[in-house]
């Protein structure tokens, strides 16, 4: 059974910092590219950065310089650093997993809401 598990969500003063964690199991976490994503209320979802096997990123303009994105192999866990926070990236944070190699398979997490709010 395949599960994603995301945690380190909350409610954050602008300006300041939260690290998200998503521990995967029931897969094997180095054939997979990693990735977070996040909806606002009314919006659709997006994504925030994505991670691949090899560790080569990518992350949204409106991220850019202020999330970092990383992986642990040995511990089949992702992360997203956060700092710099704005109001605009409330949301519900998604992890997701994309197989890389072999035949192609996605996976989703629960979510974790972030609130940025004074």
């Known amino acids: 059974q395949v599960q994603l598990v995301e945690s380190g969500g909350g409610l954050v003063q602008p300006g300041g910092s939260l690290r998200l964690s998503c521990a995967a199991s029931g897969i094997i976490f180095s054939l997979y590219g990693m990735g977070w994503y996040r909806q606002a209320p009314g919006k659709q979802r997006e994504l925030v950065a994505t991670?691949?096997?090899?560790?080569?990123?990518n992350y949204a303009d409106s991220v850019k310089g202020r999330f970092t994105i990383s992986r642990d192999d040995a511990k089949n866990t992702v992360y997203l650093q956060m700092n710099s926070l704005k109001p605009e990236d409330t949301a519900v944070y998604y992890c997701n997993a994309d197989r890389q190699l072999g035949p192609t398979l996605k996976f989703w997490g629960q979510g974790t809401q972030v609130t940025v709010s004074s």
């Open positions: 991670i691949t096997r090899d560790g080569s990123t």
